[in-house]
């Protein structure tokens, strides 16, 4: 995979580091001096840059900001989803002055004095994916319905476990559940939804504490492997397409201890369907993140040129937008998997 990430160290050298750091410009020159050629200059910082997730979200991102006329740049620590990693590139972006910030924070809590910072100085912020817990901040916002995704999973999974005859209160059904954060607002409404769900629907099925991955397969892996020894594991929800990877790992390297295990996954990248169609994932509940990344920018657009002097900078706009989750699975058609298969970037 081609790096469109300045690559970040934890080290005395950071300051050093992220000014001498190569930025990705969509729209323009490849350098952050050309990006006063354009009228309009956005930053757009994501969580772990090299998740399918959201290089599929570059896709129309970039595709709406060479529209628009935008200078798109691109941000986001390679492969770590957390607040540590990314707050350091988000303060790089807004020492930049552009003419707005499109953030996926990862932590609800954690990014709002950065945002805060931000609007101070004139800066109008948006969301796309996860959420600032202080929307009053927040321009507009882009996200999947993820309290809907963690319920459609939650009865997924209870289909493929045959929970009416194979959970029972004597002998109820443990399952694991492996998130990126517990503290993004994405990952929190689907582990909320898919809570809700056993506790109206399924009473006869015990979900384990959850595997926090920060996005890295290998460490959800890990996690999943000590479950799967320690627990007589039916089912296993991977909230994210990262935690799905880890999931699979596991599950081929538990053998015949991994056999009968059914797996519900988020996110449709390429890995997540081969392992559907192999037979090793169950369903997967596909978000729209190339349709999340053109419809930021689009609304970044339309509130940098509307007239701000008479309705102010939200009339012209929905604050929020929810776009619905789809439901995966190997009966469905080779036209509905290319379809909402993630896009390459």
């Known amino acids: 995979m081609k790096s469109r990430s300045m690559r970040l160290v934890q080290s005395a050298a950071l300051a050093a580091t992220l000014a001498a750091s190569v930025f990705t410009v969509v729209g323009g020159n490849a350098s952050v001096a050309s ?5 309009y200059t956005v930053a757009f ?26 200078n798109l740049i691109w941000q986001g620590n390679p492969v770590e989803y957390s607040p540590s990693t990314q707050i350091p590139v988000v303060q790089q972006v807004l020492a930049l002055k ?34 600032d817990a202080n929307q009053s901040n927040i321009t507009a916002w882009v996200t999947g319905n993820n309290t809907q995704g963690g319920q459609a999973a939650a009865d997924a999974l209870a289909s493929a476990m045959n929970y009416a ?4 209160k004597a002998a109820p059904c443990t399952v694991a559940v492996g998130v990126s954060s ?3 607002s994405t990952d929190a409404a689907r582990l909320a939804g898919f809570t809700a769900e056993l506790k109206a629907k399924y009473p006869n099925i015990n979900a384990l504490n959850p595997i926090v991955s920060n996005s890295e397969p290998s460490v959800a892996q890990s996690g999943f492997a000590n479950d799967i020894a320690a627990h007589a594991l039916k089912g296993i929800f991977a909230i994210d397409g990262t935690d799905a990877e880890g999931a699979a790992s596991a599950i081929a390297a538990a053998g015949s201890a991994g056999a009968d295990i059914k797996v519900i996954a988020y996110d449709a990248y390429a890995a997540n369907i081969a392992s559907m ?6 369903a997967i ?3 729209q993140p190339t349709l999340e990344g053109s419809d930021i920018i689009a609304a970044v657009y339309k ?4 007239d701000k002097g008479k309705t102010g900078p939200q009339a012209n706009i929905t604050h929020l937008l929810t776009l619905p989750n789809y439901t995966l699975t190997p009966s469905s058609t080779a036209a509905e998997i290319s379809k909402y298969e993630y896009s390459a970037a």
């Open 45 to 70: 910082v994501v969580g772990a840059e090299a998740d399918p997730f959201f290089q599929s979200m570059f896709v129309g991102a970039s595709a709406e900001a060479t529209k628009d006329g935008i």
């Open 98 to 131: 552009p003419n707005a910030l499109v953030l996926a924070p990862t932590d609800t809590k954690a990014l709002a004095p950065y945002v805060a910072q931000a609007v101070k100085a004139g800066i109008p912020v948006f969301n796309v994916d996860s959420g």
């Open 35 to 39: 990006a006063a050629t354009k009228k």
């Open 303 to 306: 509130d940098l040129t509307s």
């Open 182 to 184: 517990i503290t993004t």
């Open 165 to 168: 005859t194979a959970c029972t």
């Open 285 to 287: 509940i596909s978000q």
């Open 277 to 282: 169609q192999a037979g090793k994932i169950a």
